[in-house]
């Protein structure tokens, strides 16, 4: 049985701050899925894996749309994070599709990021 905390995605569990996620961006592996783009790097000691998610305005001009799967992007990685076995991974999820993902697609799509980055650390 998972823990009643396992599920949760508090406040140090998000990446923020122009020299954190500048150095994510400089210095992470890049990677892609059909819907997502994705940034991660590890090494970080000690603490929690991070995440930040970003839905470009070139894709979906209203903020409904993006703020909508911002909500499916977070809560795919809130349920599956645990099948990203180590801490002190930094990981940046960017959608990069011009159509609106049902929340199964990008589920499937986070949990398949996770075991690849997994796979790398391992």
Known sequence: MIPPQAHTLPK?????????????????KWGATTHLRYCWAAGREGGRNRILVAVPKKFFKRAVRRNLLKRRL?????????????????????????????????????????????GKLS
């Open 74 to 118: 977070r809560e795919a990685y809130r349920l599956q994070k645990e099948r990203l076995g180590v801490t002190g991974v930094d990981l940046m999820f960017a959608y990069s599709h011009a159509e609106t993902a049902d929340f199964q697609t990008l589920f499937a799509e986070v949990g398949e990021i996770l075991d690849r980055i997994n």
């Open 12 to 28: 140090e569990e998000r990446l923020c701050g122009k020299t954190t996620v500048a150095a994510l961006l400089s210095s992470g």
